[in-house]
């Protein structure tokens, strides 16, 4: 039984299985609204650190905390019953030493019923991946670009073109055979992206990395278009929703300052309801 624990519970190691098979399908969730319409189509939910930027408003995903990691991990566990839950440790919880990253990952799994956790890096956190999975802590790897370095990288910039390719590959290799379920490939070229997945065990899992991987994520806000200006070139979205909310408010304004809402249906009578599901509630 996965951490999700609903009767159709999917668990780390049968996403490992699903390497070369049909798509998996992964988006993330920070609530559990979003986390119970997610779960029915999706084989992974992720609790990203992109939250930070997302919900909090935060310029990077650097200043994200492992309080935050827990709090909105607790909320989407709560709206899960298939999906494999996943929680991103955050930066500055995990690169110390292998025994820091336990701790924290293990404080993650017991406080939000995560089925496993997600770090960023490649060679640099092998060891640390060895020792977390040795212990019972399912570990999925993230590559190429990884949002928690961009003050090393100067930029949200697309990794490992021409020599550089050599660098995400022996990541992506490194996270695998420290035993990671999966790895996410974040914003690298098609080519390398084929490579990369053919040259694996485990399942890679694309970000503007090119159909070639062995399934998708995306943040779902993006995919929803939430954001009404911020449009990554990977990203596709699936409908509109910050011009139907835009709309949706424009039109409750509206209503409120010309008195056409509340109407009569929106307010209470003196008297109780009679009626099963009537004006009481
Ligand atoms: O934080 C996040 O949402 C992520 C995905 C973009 C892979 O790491």
């Known amino acids: 039984m996965s951490a999700a624990g609903g ?26 609204p979003v986390a119970k319409l997610v779960d029915e189509h999706c084989d992974v ?3 990203g650190d992109s939250v930070g930027m997302v919900l909090h408003g935060m310029s990077s995903t650097v200043g994200v905390t492992l309080e935050m990691m827990i709090l909105h991990g607790k909320a989407v566990r709560r709206g899960l019953q298939s999906a494999v ?30 089925a496993a956790v997600k770090l960023e890096g490649g060679e640099s956190v092998a060891e640390t991946i060895r020792f977390l999975t040795a212990r019972g802590i399912p570990v999925m790897g993230h590559v190429g670009l990884t949002p928690q370095a961009v003050n090393a990288f100067g930029g949200y910039h697309i990794q490992g073109r021409g020599e550089d390719a050599e660098r995400i590959l022996r990541d992506a290799m ?23 997945t053919q040259e694996i065990a485990i399942p890679a899992i694309g970000i503007g990395a090119s159909p070639a991987c062995d399934g998708q994520v995306l943040v779902v806000d993006d995919m929803l278009g939430l954001f009404g200006t911020f449009r990554p070139k990977f990203v596709k979205r699936y409908a509109e929703l910050a011009d139907a909310a835009n709309a949706a408010i424009a039109a409750y304004a509206y209503d409120v300052r010309e008195r056409r ?20 509630t």
């Open 7 to 32: 009767p159709r519970a999917l668990s780390p190691p049968d996403i490992g299985a699903r390497k070369g098979k049909t798509p998996l399908v992964c988006l993330t969730a920070y609530t559990t």
């Open 261 to 280: 809402f509340p109407a009569a249906d929106h307010v209470f009578s003196d008297e109780p309801s009679t009626v099963s599901g009537g004006e009481d």
């Open 174 to 196: 490194a996270v695998a055979e420290a035993g990671a379920f999966a790895v996410v490939l974040e914003k690298i070229p098609e080519a390398l992206a084929r490579l990369i």
């Open 85 to 114: 839950m996943v929680v991103d440790m955050p930066f500055g919880s995990y690169e110390e030493s292998p025994a820091q990253a336990f701790r924290n990952a293990a404080l993650v799994m017991t406080e939000t019923g995560a």
């Open 45 to 47: 939910v992720l609790v």
